[in-house]
């Protein structure tokens, strides 16, 4: 019996260690995303075409992978304290250089140095949320974010840049142009911040409503597929304003929040 045992002690190992390739192949994807974003950004690739906004689309597609991964993970039970760590050094990569410098080249460098410590601030409030996210992971609820999650924060940087283009705005005019420069600070206060962000993770509609859901998510397809750029921006900008509110009632009422970090 002891001999089997070890057998088939060593095979669910041997098992398990092939399982955690795959989630840690698509966060390495994710992170192949976020660089040729830098490159991107920087000019460094020749590409037909306005180079920021294929690298907002480079990060969008970093974002998809990295809420992939995790999911993979837990469906083959290749789940891993590596793969947290190789996620979140990813993460600082994908979503903490790639959309600061992507936003430097694309706006805040008119601004001088006021642009050079918006992207800073917004880099070292993502590395330190993360770092919270490290140190608290499973320690808390997991009905709500602590602060804005930093995929979130370059998803409206990333689509800021489609929405602009899309839209054919002007960006030399002064008050668009101080309302983005406005927006990565807050968007690195909200980082670091305590306020509560939907997490997405129990929502108990889906569960009881699968038909209705599929229908809805169908027609939500259809209509980001025609509006992308649009509705992303949108999407997003709603998703951050209702933390923010929810924040603000909750300071009202004086209601304890229940929260959780990733």
Known sequence: MGILSNKQSKLNMTLRHRN????????????FCGVYSIMLSV??????????VFAAYFLILAAFFDG??????RIVNGTSDFGVQLDSLCDMVSFGVAPAILVYEWLLKGF????????????ASGALRLARFNVQSGKISNVYFVGLPIPAAAAFIATSVLFINELSLDLTKTALSIFFLVSIYVLAFLMVSTVPFFSFKKIGFFKSHPFQTLVLLLMFISVLVLYFEIVSFVMIVTYIVIGILIAFFRMLKGKPKQTTTD
């Open 20 to 31: 955690v390739i795959l989630p840690n192949v698509i966060t390495i994807l994710g992170l």
């Open 43 to 52: 000019g460094s690739m020749n590409v037909k075409g306005d180079n920021f």
């Open 68 to 73: 992939i991964d995790g999911k993979v993970a």
């Open 112 to 123: 001088g140095r006021l642009g050079i410590v918006a992207a800073f601030f917004f880099i």
